[in-house]
């Protein structure tokens, strides 16, 4: 398939997808619509054809299997500061504190309200200097 889209899919596992999804609408604006088999899907923007965000039932009474975690989240944000204020409202932790990626970016890690770790980072090419 030859396409100038990227389709991207991910699951953000949670006990509570409701409050998962709440947390995320506030921080990076997602919009959210029920769809067959899971709770909750996030929706990034109105052009996702192919690739899905879906936050998922966790409990092993909800869905008969196990969590397992993946931090592969990271989110490039326009105000990183505005963001984890934020995320720091809504009750999300800090994982890692903002550090530059010199030239590049300033990257931080944060926790969700399922536990979930993610990371955001906003461009900067003066970061670090």
Known sequence: MSSNRSNIHFEIQADDPTRAAEFYSEVFGWQFSAINGFPVRILANSSDRLGG??????????????????????????????TERKILRLGGTVALPKFAVPGRCWQGYYIDSEANTFGVFEVDQSAGD
């Open 53 to 82: 965000r879906v936050i998922a039932q966790t409990s092993a009474e909800a869905c008969g299997y196990v969590r397992h975690e993946c931090v592969c989240l990271l989110f490039e944000v326009e105000s990183y500061n505005a």
